[in-house]
C-alpha cells in the first residue's frame, strides 16, 4: 500500500459538487472542515514535550472545574457540545473550555503534552503510533464505534463510493479493476480511513496492497478528484453521505464490511498520564458526562446534530453512533494494534492495549 499527497484542481464539472460540499463539515481526528486561529504552540514531537506538566485548568472556576480541548469545529464534536449543551457537564461539576482549532493536517498531541488542552479524542491506530513514539497519554473511554446491523446503516461508521458512471459498481469489480495498477482512494496512513478499508479489501479477498492511499486537502476535495476521475473511490463519514447520494456516487461497501463489527469504529477521548494520576475525579467526571451525552445522542439524533450545525456554524446532515456500554473491550482496540503490524509501522508486541488504555474509569471488558 502506498501513500501519495494530492492537490485537487476545481473543474466545471466540480464546481456544483464544490459549492454543495461547502456546506457540510469534514469529520477527521486531527482535522477540520473549518479553520480558526490555533491557540496551542507550534507542532513538536512527543519526545520534546511528554513531560509538560498538566494544564492549571483543575483548579475550580467558580463552582465548575474546567476541562480544555480544541474547538473542534467539525462533526466530532458532538459529543463535547451535547454535553455542554444538555447540562451533562455542569450535573458533573465540570465546563468545557474551547481553545482555538487545530489546523487541517496538524495533529492534535503537541496541544495535549504542551498543557494548551486536557483532552483530545482519537482512533487506535492514532494514538499506538504516538504512544510508540514515545508520547506518555491513556484512552479513558470509549466515543465513536461502529452500530449493530440493526441500527440505522446511516450511522456507520464510513462509506465506500465510486464514480456515479464509471466502471465500479461493487467491491467485486475490484478485483479485475486496473489489473496490476494500484486504486487510489483519498486517506492518510494511520488513520481511521486507513484501517477499515484495510479491513475491508481483506475480509472481502481483495488485495489491499493495491490500495493508494492519496492525502487530500480536505473530504470536499476528495469528492472533486473522484468526480473528475482522478481518484478511483472516495471513502468518507456521516456528514458527507448526504451529499455523495445527492451527486449519484455508487455505494460500494461500509464499515460494516469490514466483519469487525463495533471495532471499525472505535474512537477514545485520551488525557495524558500525569493528569490522570494529579486529577483523577476530573477524569472520572468528564467520563460520566461524556457517556450521559452519547447515550443522549443515540436517542436524538436529529437534535443533536442540529445542536453541531449551531457549535461549528456550518450545515450537519448526520451524526455518528455513539458507544453507551460500560467498559472497554480489549477487542474494540487489538484490530487496529494488529493491523499496524502487519503494515510494518509496528513490530510485534511493541505497544499493547495495556500501553495505551487505562481501565481505572471503565471496566476491563474482552
Known amino acids: 500500500m502506498k501513500m501519495k499527497k494530492f492537490n485537487a484542481k476545481l473543474s466545471a464539472a466540480a464546481l456544483l459538487l464544490a459549492m454543495s460540499a461547502a456546506l457540510l463539515t469534514g469529520c477527521a481526528s486531527?482535522?477540520?472542515?473549518?479553520?480558526?486561529?490555533?491557540?496551542?504552540?507550534?507542532?513538536?514531537?512527543?519526545?520534546?514535550?511528554?513531560s509538560a506538566s498538566p494544564s492549571s485548568s483543575a483548579a475550580p472556576s467558580g463552582d465548575l472545574i474546567t476541562i480544555r480541548t480544541s474547538s473542534k469545529l467539525e462533526c466530532t464534536s458532538t459529543p463535547f457540545v451535547v454535553a455542554d449543551k444538555k447540562g451533562f457537564f455542569a450535573e458533573e461539576g465540570l465546563k468545557i473550555e474551547y481553545t482555538g482549532e487545530i489546523p487541517a493536517g496538524s495533529t492534535q498531541l503537541p496541544s495535549l503534552l504542551n498543557?494548551?488542552?486536557?483532552?483530545?479524542?482519537?482512533?487506535?491506530?492514532?494514538?499506538?503510533?504516538?504512544?510508540?513514539?514515545?508520547?506518555?497519554?491513556?484512552?479513558?473511554?470509549?466515543?465513536?464505534?461502529?452500530?449493530?446491523?440493526?441500527?440505522?446503516?446511516?450511522?456507520r461508521h464510513m462509506r465506500l463510493y465510486a464514480a456515479k458512471d464509471g466502471a465500479i459498481t461493487s467491491l467485486a469489480d475490484l478485483k479485475d479493476y486496473k489489473s496490476g495498477q494500484k486504486i487510489t482512494v483519498n486517506g492518510t496512513v494511520p488513520t481511521c480511513t486507513s484501517f477499515i478499508l484495510n479491513a475491508i479489501f481483506e475480509h472481502n479477498g481483495l488485495d489491499k496492497s493495491r490500495i493508494e492511499y492519496v492525502q487530500m486537502d480536505s473530504t470536499t476535495a476528495a469528492l472533486q478528484a473522484l468526480e473528475q476521475g482522478q481518484l478511483d473511490l472516495v471513502f468518507i463519514h456521516p456528514p458527507f453521505y448526504y451529499l455523495a447520494e445527492q451527486a449519484g456516487y455508487k455505494q460500494i461497501a461500509d464499515s460494516f464490511d469490514a466483519g469487525l463489527g463495533a471495532a471499525a469504529g472505535t474512537f477514545f477521548y485520551a488525557f495524558t498520564d500525569d493528569y490522570i494520576a494529579q486529577y483523577p475525579e476530573n477524569v472520572q467526571h468528564f467520563v460520566n458526562a461524556v457517556k450521559k451525552a452519547q447515550t443522549w445522542i443515540n436517542a436524538n439524533p436529529d437534535e443533536a446534530a442540529k445542536l453541531t450545525a449551531e457549535h461549528i456554524k456550518q450545515e450537519v446532515h448526520a451524526t455518528h453512533y455513539y458507544y453507551e456500554g460500560d467498559g472497554i473491550p480489549r477487542s474494540y482496540v487489538q484490530p487496529w494494534i494488529d493491523d499496524l503490524v502487519s503494515s510494518g509501522a509496528l513490530k510485534q508486541g511493541q505497544v499493547t492495549v495495556d500501553d495505551m488504555v487505562t481501565f481505572k474509569f471503565e471496566p476491563e471488558l474482552s
Not at 477540520?32 to 511528554?50: F, I, K, L, W, Y
Open 115 to 155: 498543557g494548551t488542552n486536557d483532552v483530545l479524542d482519537t482512533h487506535p491506530n492514532e494514538l499506538a503510533t504516538w504512544v510508540s513514539q514515545g508520547a506518555t497519554l491513556k484512552a479513558v473511554s470509549l466515543n465513536i464505534v461502529d452500530p449493530p446491523e440493526d441500527v440505522d446503516p446511516a450511522l
Open 30 to 50: 486531527g482535522s477540520s472542515g473549518a479553520s480558526a486561529a490555533p491557540s496551542q504552540s507550534p507542532a513538536s514531537s512527543p519526545d520534546q514535550t511528554a
